[in-house]
Protein backbone atom coordinates (compact mmCIF):
# COMPACT_ATOMS: atom_id res chain seq x y z
CA UNK A 1 0.00 0.00 0.00
CA UNK A 2 0.95 3.36 -1.04
CA UNK A 3 0.89 6.06 1.98
CA UNK A 4 2.09 10.11 1.70
CA UNK A 5 3.71 9.87 4.64
CA UNK A 6 5.44 6.55 6.97
CA UNK A 7 6.89 7.99 10.48
CA UNK A 8 8.55 5.16 11.79
CA UNK A 9 8.41 5.07 16.04
CA UNK A 10 5.31 5.60 17.73
CA UNK A 11 7.04 8.17 20.44
CA UNK A 12 5.63 11.45 21.54
CA UNK A 13 7.49 13.04 18.09
CA UNK A 14 6.24 10.30 15.51
CA UNK A 15 2.70 10.71 17.32
CA UNK A 16 2.69 14.47 17.47
CA UNK A 17 4.06 14.19 13.68
CA UNK A 18 0.95 11.65 12.82
CA UNK A 19 -1.25 14.51 14.31
CA UNK A 20 -0.34 17.38 12.24
CA UNK A 21 -0.47 15.15 9.06
CA UNK A 22 -3.42 13.45 9.64
CA UNK A 23 -5.32 16.58 10.51
CA UNK A 24 -3.75 17.57 7.03
CA UNK A 25 -5.68 15.20 5.50
CA UNK A 26 -2.44 13.38 4.56
CA UNK A 27 -2.32 9.81 4.54
CA UNK A 28 -0.07 8.58 7.39
CA UNK A 29 1.22 5.21 8.42
CA UNK A 30 2.76 5.51 12.04
CA UNK A 31 4.92 1.92 12.79
CA UNK A 32 5.81 1.20 16.22
CA UNK A 33 7.54 -1.06 17.62
CA UNK A 34 7.23 -0.69 21.09
CA UNK A 35 10.39 -0.41 22.73
CA UNK A 36 9.73 3.30 23.94
CA UNK A 37 13.22 4.97 25.83
CA UNK A 38 11.07 6.40 28.82
CA UNK A 39 9.67 2.83 29.49
CA UNK A 40 11.20 2.81 32.73
CA UNK A 41 9.87 6.12 33.88
CA UNK A 42 7.67 6.60 36.39
CA UNK A 43 6.46 9.54 34.95
CA UNK A 44 6.65 12.64 32.61
CA UNK A 45 7.40 15.79 33.71
CA UNK A 46 7.29 19.08 32.59
CA UNK A 47 4.70 18.72 29.94
CA UNK A 48 2.22 21.66 29.73
CA UNK A 49 -0.95 19.50 30.72
CA UNK A 50 0.39 16.15 31.51
CA UNK A 51 2.81 17.10 33.75
CA UNK A 52 3.75 13.83 36.27
CA UNK A 53 1.49 11.53 33.57
CA UNK A 54 2.51 7.58 33.02
CA UNK A 55 4.67 7.34 30.05
CA UNK A 56 2.29 4.59 29.10
CA UNK A 57 -1.04 6.77 30.15
CA UNK A 58 0.58 9.17 27.27
CA UNK A 59 0.93 7.24 24.52
CA UNK A 60 -2.59 5.81 25.23
CA UNK A 61 -4.25 9.17 25.18
CA UNK A 62 -2.29 10.23 21.97
CA UNK A 63 -3.64 6.80 19.93
CA UNK A 64 -7.38 7.53 21.55
CA UNK A 65 -6.91 10.85 19.90
CA UNK A 66 -5.50 9.59 16.43
CA UNK A 67 -7.77 7.22 16.14
CA UNK A 68 -10.61 9.88 15.04
CA UNK A 69 -8.98 10.63 12.15
CA UNK A 70 -9.37 8.30 9.27
CA UNK A 71 -5.68 9.37 7.48
CA UNK A 72 -3.79 7.50 10.25
CA UNK A 73 -3.03 4.34 10.21
CA UNK A 74 -1.07 2.68 13.25
CA UNK A 75 0.78 -0.28 12.98
CA UNK A 76 2.65 -2.50 16.04
CA UNK A 77 5.55 -3.60 14.00
CA UNK A 78 9.22 -2.89 12.96
CA UNK A 79 10.59 -1.44 9.89
CA UNK A 80 13.61 -4.52 9.11
CA UNK A 81 15.14 -2.50 5.81
CA UNK A 82 14.28 0.78 3.85
CA UNK A 83 15.08 1.13 0.02
CA UNK A 84 14.51 4.40 -1.83
CA UNK A 85 12.47 3.90 -5.36
CA UNK A 86 11.39 6.40 -7.49
CA UNK A 87 10.37 9.85 -5.64
CA UNK A 88 9.28 7.94 -2.82
CA UNK A 89 10.73 4.60 -0.17
CA UNK A 90 9.86 0.92 0.09
CA UNK A 91 9.30 -0.16 4.03
CA UNK A 92 10.28 -3.77 4.53
CA UNK A 93 8.61 -4.64 7.74
CA UNK A 94 9.32 -7.20 10.22
CA UNK A 95 5.28 -9.46 10.16
CA UNK A 96 6.14 -9.36 6.19
CA UNK A 97 5.22 -7.65 3.31
CA UNK A 98 6.29 -4.04 2.11
CA UNK A 99 4.38 -0.68 2.01
CA UNK A 100 5.82 2.62 -0.06
CA UNK A 101 5.92 6.28 1.05
CA UNK A 102 6.62 9.50 -0.48
CA UNK A 103 7.83 10.84 2.39
CA UNK A 104 9.71 9.11 5.29
CA UNK A 105 9.69 10.30 8.86
CA UNK A 106 12.07 8.93 11.21
CA UNK A 107 11.27 8.80 15.08
CA UNK A 108 12.76 5.86 16.16
CA UNK A 109 14.36 7.35 19.45
CA UNK A 110 17.58 6.74 21.47
CA UNK A 111 18.79 4.29 23.26
CA UNK A 112 20.63 4.96 26.64
CA UNK A 113 24.12 3.80 26.97
CA UNK A 114 25.35 3.62 30.43
CA UNK A 115 28.61 3.31 32.13
CA UNK A 116 29.43 -0.70 33.23
CA UNK A 117 28.60 0.12 36.87
CA UNK A 118 27.00 -2.77 38.87
CA UNK A 119 23.32 -1.86 39.27
CA UNK A 120 23.13 1.21 37.60
CA UNK A 121 20.40 -0.68 35.08
CA UNK A 122 17.81 -1.67 37.78
CA UNK A 123 18.08 1.66 39.38
CA UNK A 124 17.91 3.52 35.95
CA UNK A 125 14.80 5.78 35.91
CA UNK A 126 14.15 4.76 39.59
CA UNK A 127 16.39 5.92 41.77
CA UNK A 128 18.93 6.64 38.96
CA UNK A 129 18.13 9.78 36.37
CA UNK A 130 19.48 10.96 32.88
CA UNK A 131 17.76 14.43 33.66
CA UNK A 132 17.27 17.01 36.58
CA UNK A 133 14.97 19.11 33.87
CA UNK A 134 12.37 15.81 33.64
CA UNK A 135 13.05 14.59 37.57
CA UNK A 136 14.87 17.41 39.45
CA UNK A 137 12.26 18.78 40.98
CA UNK A 138 11.22 15.47 42.75
CA UNK A 139 13.91 15.53 44.85
CA UNK A 140 14.96 19.10 45.16
CA UNK A 141 16.78 20.07 47.93
CA UNK A 142 17.83 16.14 48.75
CA UNK A 143 21.48 14.71 49.24
CA UNK A 144 22.06 13.98 45.65
CA UNK A 145 24.93 12.27 43.89
CA UNK A 146 26.50 12.66 40.04
CA UNK A 147 28.42 9.71 38.49
CA UNK A 148 30.23 11.29 35.58
CA UNK A 149 33.43 12.94 34.57
CA UNK A 150 36.12 15.01 32.67
CA UNK A 151 34.53 18.91 31.98
CA UNK A 152 31.09 17.67 30.48
CA UNK A 153 30.56 15.85 33.73
CA UNK A 154 31.56 18.62 35.85
CA UNK A 155 29.47 21.03 33.68
CA UNK A 156 26.80 18.89 34.48
CA UNK A 157 27.07 18.59 38.12
CA UNK A 158 26.86 22.51 38.01
CA UNK A 159 23.85 22.25 36.40
CA UNK A 160 22.32 19.69 38.73
CA UNK A 161 23.95 21.89 41.76
CA UNK A 162 20.48 24.44 41.15
CA UNK A 163 17.98 21.55 42.31
CA UNK A 164 20.14 20.74 45.16
CA UNK A 165 23.06 21.99 47.15
CA UNK A 166 23.91 19.17 48.99
CA UNK A 167 25.85 17.11 45.92
CA UNK A 168 28.24 14.66 45.41
CA UNK A 169 30.10 14.80 41.99
CA UNK A 170 31.75 10.81 41.79
CA UNK A 171 33.78 10.85 39.44
CA UNK A 172 34.50 7.31 39.39
CA UNK A 173 38.20 7.51 38.75
CA UNK A 174 40.80 10.52 38.17
CA UNK A 175 38.35 13.47 37.26
CA UNK A 176 40.26 15.30 34.46
CA UNK A 177 38.93 18.54 35.50
CA UNK A 178 41.45 21.61 35.80
CA UNK A 179 41.58 23.62 38.96
CA UNK A 180 39.40 26.39 37.03
CA UNK A 181 36.82 23.51 37.02
CA UNK A 182 37.60 22.49 40.15
CA UNK A 183 37.59 26.32 41.63
CA UNK A 184 33.81 26.06 40.21
CA UNK A 185 32.73 23.05 41.45
CA UNK A 186 33.90 24.23 44.75
CA UNK A 187 32.60 27.45 45.03
CA UNK A 188 29.25 25.82 44.64
CA UNK A 189 29.67 23.70 47.35
CA UNK A 190 29.86 20.53 44.75
CA UNK A 191 31.77 17.65 47.00
CA UNK A 192 34.41 15.63 44.70
CA UNK A 193 35.17 12.15 44.91
CA UNK A 194 37.63 10.55 42.82
CA UNK A 195 37.70 7.02 43.70
CA UNK A 196 36.28 3.98 41.68
CA UNK A 197 32.67 2.67 42.10
CA UNK A 198 31.88 -0.88 42.48
CA UNK A 199 28.02 -0.67 42.49
CA UNK A 200 25.17 1.44 42.92
CA UNK A 201 21.97 -0.23 44.88
CA UNK A 202 18.57 1.33 46.30
CA UNK A 203 18.16 1.43 50.02
CA UNK A 204 15.50 2.82 51.65
CA UNK A 205 14.76 5.74 50.99
CA UNK A 206 17.26 6.37 48.40
CA UNK A 207 19.99 4.79 46.54
CA UNK A 208 23.41 4.13 47.96
CA UNK A 209 27.14 4.23 45.97
CA UNK A 210 29.17 1.41 47.61
CA UNK A 211 33.41 2.65 45.97
CA UNK A 212 36.31 0.04 45.50
CA UNK A 213 37.39 0.65 48.66
CA UNK A 214 33.69 -0.63 50.41
CA UNK A 215 32.94 3.09 51.77
CA UNK A 216 29.31 3.95 51.01
CA UNK A 217 27.31 7.05 50.18
CA UNK A 218 23.69 7.28 50.52
CA UNK A 219 21.95 9.82 48.24
CA UNK A 220 18.51 10.76 47.51
CA UNK A 221 18.74 10.37 44.22
CA UNK A 222 21.63 9.98 41.58
CA UNK A 223 22.27 11.66 38.02
CA UNK A 224 24.08 9.90 35.38
CA UNK A 225 24.29 11.81 31.85
CA UNK A 226 24.07 8.52 29.50
CA UNK A 227 25.78 8.28 26.26
CA UNK A 228 22.87 8.42 23.57
CA UNK A 229 22.95 5.77 20.89
CA UNK A 230 21.06 5.58 17.80
CA UNK A 231 18.02 2.81 18.54
CA UNK A 232 17.94 1.46 14.95
CA UNK A 233 20.36 0.96 12.41
CA UNK A 234 17.82 2.91 9.92
CA UNK A 235 19.60 6.42 9.84
CA UNK A 236 23.13 4.68 9.09
CA UNK A 237 21.64 2.50 6.35
CA UNK A 238 19.38 5.62 4.67
CA UNK A 239 23.34 7.35 4.95
CA UNK A 240 21.95 9.86 7.34
CA UNK A 241 24.50 12.63 7.82
CA UNK A 242 25.25 12.42 11.68
CA UNK A 243 26.85 14.18 14.20
CA UNK A 244 29.99 13.80 16.72
CA UNK A 245 27.53 12.35 19.23
CA UNK A 246 25.50 10.18 16.91
CA UNK A 247 22.51 12.01 16.50
CA UNK A 248 20.91 12.61 13.04
CA UNK A 249 21.66 16.43 11.71
CA UNK A 250 18.47 18.10 10.62
CA UNK A 251 17.90 20.94 9.76
CA UNK A 252 15.46 23.37 11.64
CA UNK A 253 12.38 22.18 10.10
CA UNK A 254 13.57 18.21 10.54
CA UNK A 255 14.85 17.72 7.31
CA UNK A 256 17.89 14.96 7.34
CA UNK A 257 20.60 15.40 4.55
CA UNK A 258 19.01 12.61 2.65
CA UNK A 259 15.96 14.02 -0.03
CA UNK A 260 12.25 13.18 1.48
CA UNK A 261 13.71 11.61 4.67
CA UNK A 262 13.03 13.41 8.08
CA UNK A 263 13.83 12.66 11.62
CA UNK A 264 12.49 14.19 14.81
CA UNK A 265 12.82 13.71 18.80
CA UNK A 266 16.01 12.47 20.71
CA UNK A 267 17.44 10.45 17.79
CA UNK A 268 18.01 14.08 16.04
CA UNK A 269 19.90 16.96 16.54
CA UNK A 270 18.68 20.68 14.78
CA UNK A 271 20.63 22.50 13.39
CA UNK A 272 20.99 26.03 15.63
CA UNK A 273 20.71 24.32 19.03
CA UNK A 274 23.89 23.58 21.10
CA UNK A 275 21.79 20.59 22.90
CA UNK A 276 18.85 19.66 22.12
CA UNK A 277 17.04 18.86 25.47
CA UNK A 278 16.08 15.34 26.09
CA UNK A 279 12.49 16.53 27.29
CA UNK A 280 9.10 14.30 25.95
CA UNK A 281 7.55 17.88 24.85
CA UNK A 282 10.52 19.33 23.01
CA UNK A 283 10.48 15.39 21.04
CA UNK A 284 7.06 16.40 20.67
CA UNK A 285 7.52 19.82 18.96
CA UNK A 286 10.01 18.65 16.80
CA UNK A 287 7.59 16.43 15.52
CA UNK A 288 4.96 18.73 15.12
CA UNK A 289 7.92 20.95 13.13
CA UNK A 290 8.60 18.10 10.98
CA UNK A 291 5.17 17.25 10.18
CA UNK A 292 4.07 20.37 9.53
CA UNK A 293 7.54 21.00 7.06
CA UNK A 294 6.61 17.48 5.53
CA UNK A 295 2.96 18.72 4.86
CA UNK A 296 4.65 21.81 2.71
CA UNK A 297 7.03 19.71 0.76
CA UNK A 298 4.39 17.87 -0.54
CA UNK A 299 2.27 20.68 -0.83
CA UNK A 300 4.55 22.26 -3.25
CA UNK A 301 5.38 19.13 -5.20
CA UNK A 302 1.71 18.16 -6.00
CA UNK A 303 0.71 21.85 -7.03
CA UNK A 304 3.98 21.60 -8.84
CA UNK A 305 5.63 24.60 -7.56
CA UNK A 306 9.30 25.71 -7.32
CA UNK A 307 11.12 23.85 -4.65
CA UNK A 308 12.57 27.18 -3.44
CA UNK A 309 9.68 28.36 -1.95
CA UNK A 310 10.46 25.62 1.35
CA UNK A 311 13.53 27.89 2.12
Known amino acids: MRYDV???GGGPAGLEAALMLGRARRRTLLIDAGRPRNAVSASVNGFLSRDGVDP??????????????DTVEIRVDE??????????????????????????????GARDELPPIEGLTDLWGQGAFPCPHCDGWEVRDEPLGVIA???????????????SKDLVLCTNGP??????????????????DERPVARVAAESGGVQVVFADDERLSRRALFVPPLLRQATE?????????????????????????????????MAHPEGLIFPPPLVVAAAGFGAIAGGSIERELMVEDLGLPPSLLG
Open 234 to 266: LPSQLGCEMTERGLVKVTTFGRTTVPGVYAAGD
Open 149 to 163: TGPPGGLFALMVSNW
Open 79 to 108: VRHVVPTDAEYALSLGTGGTVTARRLLLAT
Open 175 to 192: SGLDEQFLGLLGAQGIEL
Open 6 to 8: AIV
Open 56 to 69: AELRRIARDQLAKY
